[in-house]
């Protein structure tokens, strides 16, 4: 697909955006109009009326009450202007529709969790389908996250024990980044996920089948899938660079030294224990900074990733 | 230079020579600068100490910088990059810019410009000294007994569950606000109980009364910053819940609470600069400042305004759409006194006599640099587009307009502008023009790209990005370079000047103020040979016209310019 | 055409005016110029400790209007007849230090010296009370926010009002603490007759600083105690 942005903006993909846009372009021209009137006059004058003789004394000049009454009425008017097109855009923005598609959205460190109505779940992967209203209910489970798209022109805040939402409109099928612009951490900058804008049917297919069929999918593939989608590329590098926590790569079979003093050959068993129940063997060098979220994977996923990480030699 | 017109005054030379007995010289162990009172000296300890955070700060900056020219890891992993971001946001804010102009050249400038001896409380002053070094000195245990990561703003719940050393800081900038509260009473009773004789409200300087409208906001906001640092410290150490929602407390409140100062103290860093570019457009234009009226009690409105606008901040985090909508209409009303005085400054140039020393030049950057910071914030307060724009490089980029294009480049414009008072010296114009360039150009590089990165879509705070980005990253990085090239040579320039300098005659720009006019340079240690009494306003050049002289300033006046 | 005149008098030299008097520091012309000074910049000061208590006085507020039921209930665990007797005991105290002032105008040292005492003696009483009121807190399992442990009320939010009550009133007994601190260096500079009807500004700026203290007392006692 074409990109459609322009020298400020990222493409304008939903329903609400073109009319950001063009309220961003007013206030962008009126905003270099009178910074060219500012620095134009400044340069005339400093070329026009720069000092000739060391002791010339300029002659007295009238203090214009027009001109300065100009200047404080009409940037109160421009300002009046652009902050009602500002609020009722904003009300727009905050209002959904009551026809919304909603999806569940859950922040964590330092990933996102989907969870649509029939149960359906997914990590970093927002499908949405195209054309239609949909509404993201958000809360944390840990400190402040904001969800932004900015080809969508959305973003609030995500929080611990309250819920807080966004909604929007896609108008065309293809990717788009979903970044975390509330500081949280490490990894903040590492917490990116995407919308995949999807046809109707497909969507409705995808969400239909759990999140799309893996019962079928050979066990390394499905752990390079889930490796992907639960994010554990955030911390855990498969190219051997050491980011907050051990590498993948050499890791099966290797042996492992612990904080407490203990050692232990990476088997099978230590794989699906650290997984599991992460802070029971912290490896020297590391802190015990893994979410014991991923308790909740069932068995086939285990041990899909741990054939997953096996690979990695 | 001065040979023709210096002449011609000598003969009135009064009591005090040039070279004689001034406050530098007048006793000189470290016991006399350690327990001086003198307001003088207790400005230029303030300039050296907070030129040290300056340069702390810049080399975290410059490290900032330096990891994001490239994406993935550069020279530092994501850990350490937050800790230097948080660093370098903290040492700039509460150790540098707060205190910044008024600490430096309030202390120095204000009581002269008042024809006073010293300011109201001279012990006090000295006290709020060691208090903001003891605030500096936490900082800088935090920043070595470890790792602070959680950005200046230490929203909750994160700096409440993060590294500890986030107490150190909470610690340091409760105590550097007390430093704040004392400068700011030390001022406000100065300009109301100090002023010379003749001294009217109308006769004030801008500069002056720019000092007086920070220093309230100083008194009234910098008591909540304390609370709320009170009240984080005791959420981190007892887990009160006030805050923190994993023990029912509520994180918008901190956010209340804490931009409920910190926006106050954004004009607590830029009213300062207002008043300085006043200073230097004025006699650099030979003119009155156009709408003198408009100028000072915009400073007023703006501080008043000032405290009914921190919603702003907060338009995407969960607070009612009603209070948003009244916080981004007050937000425009900011706007206009602002606007009122940038348009003043223009005006006072037209007709008027310009001459394009050094400190003319950084007043002009001042007004090509916080235009572009203005208007980006007046973008920013539109509701609708603040939802795209917030938190991204956008408001990075603003926020640095604001207060590196403001505050910074007006405080080095004034630096410049005053440093023959201060040291008695005057510096190389051609090498300070080309320092003066060079920050210009650098600083417009290194963000300018960062406006374009942040409306598309590029968060702050970030360690990485997606490879879209790189490019506008890369011209940054090479402009923070300019940046330290630059202001390197003002550096370099400086410490030249104070071995190598000419001597400063009293008033080498033919300026208006007491300072100029009735003090020699540097000034004797009580400032003025004999009490000031004030006829005329701060800019009235015309009173002047005999003592021009010399390529174009006072600098016919070696001595100060005083007849009966 | 003269840019400034002089005056006569050389200033800032240490031995200017005739009769020149002591506690006159060098940069003031007149000993009303170094007073009004004093006690405005004091007054902003007391501006500044009602802006650090509003910030408080907010936070109970906002979780009051939340919560209120659970406020109204919490605060039925503190002893307002304590809380009363403290709230006397202080406003005895103000009028002491009132007096004090208006004994050092009348020059008289001794009465002064007494009214001082007797504050100090107040906020000694106060603080012997709030500490009684404190360690029986403690006893009962009420400690603020997360180590809250009482049984007489198990409802949210609770904690939050106790961790305002210890902040609020801790906050100010340390002020009740500078404030003793304050006094008694003054009794020691009566003794030693610093003060009279001349110069009393320390006094003066002590007495407006224990007047504020009080106030907020005012304001915190029915608050916390009574609604």
Known sequence: MEPKGTLWLPPAESTLAPEIDSLFYFVYWISVIIFALVVIAMLIFVVKYRRRKADEMP??????????????????????????????????????????YEITVRAKKWLWEFEYPNGTRATNELRVPVGRNVRLVMSSEDVLHSFFVPAFRVKHDVMPNRYTAVWFNATSEGEQHIFCTEYCGTQHSGMLAKVIVLPQEEFTE???????????????????????????????????????????????????????????????????????????????????????????????????????????? | MSHTASSAHSAEATATHQGSENYLNHIKTVWSWMSTIDHKRIGVMYMITLSIMFFIGGILALLVRLELMTQG??????????????????????????????????????????????????????????????????????????????????YAPYSTTTNSSVLFLTMAVFVAGFSSIFTGI?????????????????????????????????????????????????????????????????????????????????????????????????????????????????????????????????????????????????????????????????????????WLKTPMLYALSFLFLFTIGGLTGIMLGVLAIDVHLHDTYFVVSHFHYVMMGGTVIAALG????????????????????????????????????????????????????????ANLHLASTIGSWVLALGLFTVLGCLIHSLMRGKRAPANPWGAATLEWTNAT???????????????????????????????????????????? | MATTSTVASSVGSGHAEPAHPAHLQHHFVTSEQQFDAAKMGMWLFLVTEILLFSGMFVAYTVYRV??????????????????????????????????????????????????????????????????????????????????????????????????????????????????????????????????????YTPVELTGLYWHIVDIIWIFLFPLMYLI
């Not at chain 1, 100009?70 to 009551?98: E, H, K, M, Y």
């Not at chain 1, 912290?282 to 015990?288: E, M, S, T």
């Not at chain 3, 009320?153 to 009550?165: C, K, R, T, V």
Request: a neutral charge; one cysteine or more; aromatic letters at 14%.
């Open chain 1, 59 to 100: 002659p007295h000049v009238e203090e214009n009450k027009l001109l300065e009454l100009s200047w404080i009425v009409v940037p109160t008017i421009l300002c009046l202007i652009v902050f009602t097109w500002g609020f009722q855009s904003f009300l727009r923005l905050g209002t959904a529709p009551p026809d919304s």
């Open chain 3, 66 to 199: 939340w919560h209120p039921e659970v406020f109204q209930a919490a605060s039925k665990l503190l002893d307002w007849r304590l809380g009363g007797f403290n709230t006397l005991v202080l406003l005895a105290s103000s009028l002491t230090v009132a007096m004090a002032i208006h004994f050092a105008q009348k020059d008289n040292r001794k009465m002064l010296i007494t009214n001082l005492v007797i504050t100090v003696l107040l906020a000694g009483v106060f603080m012997v009370v709030k500490y009684f009121e404190y360690t029986s807190k403690f006893e009962h399992g009420i400690f603020p926010g997360a180590h809250y442990a009482s049984h007489e009320l198990e409802m949210a939010y609770a904690p939050q009002f106790f961790s305002i009550y210890f902040i609020m009133t801790g906050i100010h007994g340390v002020h009740v603490l500078v404030g003793m601190f304050l006094m008694s260096w003054l009794v020691i500079r009566s003794m030693r007759g610093h003060f009279s009807s001349a110069w």
């Open chain 2, 186 to 354: 030390n001022f406000v009773v100065t300009i109301h109980k100090m002023r010379a004789p003749g001294l009217t409200w109308n006769r004030l300087s801008l500069f002056s009364w720019s000092i007086y409208a920070t220093s309230i906001v100083q008194v009234l906001a910098t008591p909540v910053i304390g609370i709320t640092m009170i009240l984080l410290f005791a959420e981190r150490f007892l887990q009160i819940g006030i805050f923190d929602p994993l023990l029912g407390g509520d994180p918008v409140l901190y956010q209340h609470f804490f931009w409920f100062y910190s926006h106050p103290a954004v004009y607590i860093m830029i009213l300062p600069a207002f008043g300085v570019i006043s200073e230097l457009i004025a006699p650099f234009s030979r003119r009155a400042i156009s709408g003198y009226k408009f100028v000072a009690l915009s400073s007023v409105a703006i501080a008043f305004l000032g405290f009914l606008v921190w919603g702003h901040h907060m338009f995407v985090s969960g607070q009612s759409a009603v209070s948003s909508i009244v916080f981004s209409l007050i937000t425009y009303l900011i706007g206009i006194p602002t606007g009122v005085k940038v348009c003043n400054w223009v005006a006072t140039m037209y007709k008027g006599s310009i």
């Open chain 1, 206 to 313: 995808w969400v239909e089948s759990g999140g799309g069929k893996t019962d079928d999918l050979p066990l390394p593939e499905y752990g390079a899938m889930l490796y992907q989608q639960q994010a554990c590329f955030t911390c855990h590098s498969i190219d051997g660079t050491q980011v907050i926590a051990p590498t993948f790569k050499g890791l099966y079979g290797s042996q492992r030294a612990f904080v407490d003093g203990g050692t232990a050959t990476a088997d099978d068993n230590y794989i699906r224990e650290s997984i599991l129940n992460p802070t029971a063997h912290v490896v020297q060098g590391f802190n015990p900074i893994m979410p014991a979220s991923y308790s909740s994977l069932d068995e086939r996923q285990v041990s899909a990733l741990i054939e997953f990480i096996e690979l990695q030699q």
């Open chain 2, 73 to 154: 890891q550069t020279i530092m992993g994501p850990d350490a990059y937050n800790q230097v971001f948080s660093m370098h946001g903290i040492v700039m804010v509460f150790l540098f810019l707060v205190p910044s102009i008024p600490a430096i050249f309030g202390n120095f400038v204000l009581p002269m410009h008042l024809g006073a001896i010293d300011v109201a409380f001279p012990r006090l002053n000295l006290a709020s000294y060691y208090v903001y070094l003891g605030g500096g000195v936490l900082v800088l245990l935090g920043l070595f007994a470890g790792s602070v990561d959680s950005g200046w703003t230490f």
């Open chain 2, 521 to 564: 340079s540097p000034p004797v240690p009580h400032n003025f040979s004999a009490q000031p009494i004030v006829t005329h306003g701060p800019y009235d050049f015309e009173v002047l016209r005999d003592s021009f002289g010399g390529d174009g300033a006072g600098q016919g006046a070696p001595e100060p310019h005083i007849r009966n």
């Open chain 2, 414 to 469: 004034g630096l410049h502008y005053w440093w023959p008072k201060i040291t008695g010296k005057m510096y190389s114009e051609g090498v300070a023009r080309v320092a003066a360039l060079l920050i210009f150009f650098g600083f417009n590089l290194t963000f300018f790209p960062q406006l374009i990165l942040g409306s598309q879509g590029m968060p702050r705070r970030y360690y990485d990005y997606v490879p879209e980005f």
